[in-house]
T-cell receptor, first 114, second 107 residues
Framework: NAGVTQTPKFRVLKTGQSMTLLCAQD?????MYWYRQDPGMGLRLIHY???????AKGEVPDGYNVSRLKKQNFLLGLESAAPSQTSVYFC?????????????FGAGTRLSVL | GQNIDQPTEMTATEGAIVQINCTYQ??????LFWYQQHAGEAPTFLSY????GLEEKGRFSSFLSRSKGYSYLLLKELQMKDSASYLC????????FGRGTSLIVHP
């Protein structure tokens, strides 16, 4: 039972390049989330999904797109990377809308945009 | 909208007790969570409160007052490994995290 798996773990991009971050969960969770974490800013929600085929915008969606074609996978895309997108990205999943123990997090993806 | 406030940094001595406060204003409420996050790692679940009162789990306890929009996390018998960031998160329709409190435990 792997829980929530994020790939890649590290990536360096040049400004303007594109990439996709993959999040996979094997717990049959309905809800999945993408967060970014910057120093002093806590976790900010980028996009989320309440089920297969559905996505919604969070607090900081600009510059990102997402897709949830399969229930177990939630993809985060950067269309044209900018230095402001240098951050640590965490994926999370949960049953329904939360409840104890809340969200299961992946190990994170450390992205640098030069 | 959502607004969650917690102190930026706290320091305490090994073996002591520390209380980390969290105040929130949200447009709905379905529960409050506390997470621990060590540097370079993912957050890990500590506690969940949905009703008023105190929830105790070993050295950690969490309190909630929904009418006051207030919670605290109480850490007893502090150990060096408790040095970490502690995140308060409120679940309305979607979860919102506070900015985290960095706790430094010194000998």
């Amino acid at each position: 039972n792997a829980g929530v798996t994020q790939t890649p773990k590290f990536r360096v991009l040049k400004t303007g390049q594109s990439m996709t971050l993959l999040c996979a969960q094997d717990m049959n969770h309905e809800y999945m989330y993408w967060y970014r974490q910057d120093p002093g800013m806590g976790l900010r929600l980028i996009h989320y999904s309440v089920g297969e085929g559905t996505t919604a915008k969070g607090e900081v969606p600009d510059g990102y797109n997402v897709s949830r074609l399969k229930k177990q996978n939630f993809l985060l895309g950067l269309e044209s990377a900018a230095p402001s997108q240098t951050s640590v990205y965490f994926c999370a999943s949960s049953t329904l809308a939360g409840g104890g123990p809340g969200w299961y997090f992946g190990a994170g993806t450390r992205l640098s945009v030069l | 909208g959502q607004n969650i406030d917690q102190p930026t940094e706290m320091t305490a001595t090994e073996g002591a007790i520390v209380q980390i406060n969290c105040t929130y204003q949200t447009s709905g409420f379905n529960g409050l969570f506390w997470y621990q996050q060590h540097a370079g790692e993912a957050p890990t679940f500590l506690s969940y409160n949905v009703l008023d009162g105190l929830e105790e789990k070993g050295r950690f306890s969490s309190f909630l007052s929904r009418s006051k929009g207030y919670s605290y996390l109480l850490l007893k018998e502090l150990q060096m490994k408790d040095s970490a960031s502690y995140l308060c998160a409120v679940l309305s329709y979607i979860p919102t995290f506070g900015r985290g409190t960095s706790l430094i435990v010194h000998p």
